[in-house]
């Protein structure tokens, strides 16, 4: 052995640290868990709001799928109405008039079948032809899933 304190046979090999683990994370990585947690919780509550809010369009759709006459779509598309606006903008309108309001609340133009049906279809006794019930209920399908709703106001 060389007693020459430079030499190179006195060298080791470098000990590496062991790896620094994944777990725990550091401090501000909780913080950015935290934050993630959240949001994740207020778009849940948003969510189930909305899903809660929307209660009345599914319930509708539904009988709408059991409504066979003019009338009874018509009625449906009335109740409908009624779940979300005041009932002094909707319970005396009728005709032209409910018509033109049904279209105004929907992106959607209202076929001129479906707006003659709504304005007499309803009051005949004869039947409605199946294409125009049919142009009505996809028409009612329409307004109920898409129909704006009312802007809250403090205004009696």
Same mark, same amino acid.
């Given at each position: 052995?060389?007693?020459?304190?430079?030499?190179?046979?006195?060298?080791?090999?470098?000990?590496?640290?062991?790896?620094?683990?994944?777990?725990?994370?550091?401090?501000?990585?909780?913080?950015?868990?935290?934050?993630?947690?959240?949001?994740?919780?207020?778009?849940?509550?948003?969510?189930?709001?909305?899903?809660?809010?929307?209660?009345?369009?599914?319930?509708?759709?539904?009988?709408?799928?059991?409504?066979?006459?003019?009338?009874?779509?018509?009625?449906?598309?009335?109740?409908? &109405? /009624?779940?979300?606006?005041?009932?002094?903008? =909707?319970?005396?309108? +009728?005709?032209? $008039?409910? *018509?033109?309001?049904?279209?105004?609340?929907?992106?959607?133009?209202?076929?001129?079948?479906?707006?003659?049906?709504?304005?007499?279809?309803?009051?005949?006794?004869?039947?409605?032809?199946?294409?125009?019930?049919? &142009? /009505?209920?996809?028409?009612?399908?329409?307004? =109920?899933?898409?129909? +704006?709703?009312? $802007?809250? *106001?403090?205004?009696?």
């Amino acid at each position: 052995m060389n007693d020459d304190p430079t030499s190179l046979d006195r060298l080791h090999d470098l000990v590496l640290p062991p790896p620094v683990p994944w777990w725990p994370p550091a401090v501000g990585w909780y913080f950015v868990f935290g934050i993630l947690v959240v949001v994740a919780i207020l778009f849940s509550v948003k969510y189930w709001r909305r899903w809660k809010q929307n209660a009345f369009r599914r319930e509708a759709l539904q009988a709408l799928l059991e409504a066979n006459t003019a009338g009874a779509i018509s009625e449906l598309l009335r109740r409908t &109405a /009624l779940a979300t606006f005041p009932r002094r903008l =909707i319970a005396n309108k +009728s005709g032209t $008039e409910w *018509t033109a309001w049904l279209a105004k609340q929907t992106k959607e133009p209202m076929p001129a079948k479906v707006q003659q049906v709504l304005s007499e279809g309803v009051y005949r006794k004869s039947t409605v032809p199946s294409e125009d019930l049919q &142009a /009505l209920r996809d028409y009612a399908e329409l307004w =109920i899933r898409d129909h +704006s709703l009312p $802007e809250i *106001t403090d205004k009696p």
